[in-house]
Structures are given as C-alpha cells and as structure tokens.
Nanobody
Framework: QVQLVESGGGLVQPGGSLRLSCTASGFTFNMYTMSWYRRAPGKGRELVAYISSAGRTTSYSDSVKGRFIISRDNAKNTVYLQMNSLKPEDTGLYYC???????WGQGTQVTVSS
C-alpha cells in the first residue's frame, strides 16, 4: 500500500533554511505528481507546492513562491522541499502527498522562532 515518510523538520530561526524529504513506497513513484502540504496551528491544510511526475513542472502557493523549491529524485523515490528565508508564519506540520491519492503520512514539524 501507499506509504509516505517525511523527515527533516526542526526548529530554525527566522531567515534560516531547512530541507524536507519524503520517501515513498507502495506505488510507481515516477508516474505520479507529488505535493507538499502544511497545516499551521489552528488552520486547515494548505497546498504549498507540487511537482509533476518527471519533475518538469512545478507550482507554488503565493505564500512561499520565491523562497521554497520542490524537487524530486525518481531513482530514490523521494521528493524534497528546500525552504529558505523562513518566516514564523511557515511554522506547521508539513506533509507530502501523492496528488491524486487520499493518504497522509505522519508529517514533519517545522517551527520557525527566535
């Protein structure tokens, strides 16, 4: 079955960077668009970015455009989210997701605070 394991979160100061990873199993990874979502405290899940199956197309929410970069390594069944110039409002639980499949992993916590 589909499994997604996120990692790389942590506590970082404003202006800092983090790189999240998500390793997938249970499906043919290179056939599917993958995405990153986040849920800030007290809010619903927000689509942050997605990347097409071959990595040729990416898209970002306005709140992270120019600061975050989504990428993937199909040989490693892994999707990444490079987060730069982090702000306190980026704090939340980050999840990766196969765009068409309703399965959520455990997520990885990102906290941006001084």
């Amino acid at each position: 079955q589909v499994q997604l394991v996120e990692s790389g979160g942590g506590l970082v100061q404003p202006g800092g960077s983090l790189r999240l990873s998500c390793t997938a199993s249970g499906f043919t990874f290179n056939m599917y668009t993958m995405s990153w979502y986040r849920r800030a405290p007290g809010k619903g899940r927000e689509l942050v970015a997605y990347i097409s199956s071959a990595g040729r197309t990416t898209s970002y929410s306005d709140s992270v455009k120019g600061r975050f970069i989504i990428s993937r390594d199909n040989a490693k069944n892994t999707v990444y989210l490079q987060m730069n110039s982090l702000k306190p409002e980026d704090t939340g639980l980050y999840y990766c997701k196969r765009i068409d499949y309703d399965y959520w992993g455990q997520g990885t916590q990102v906290t941006v605070s001084s």
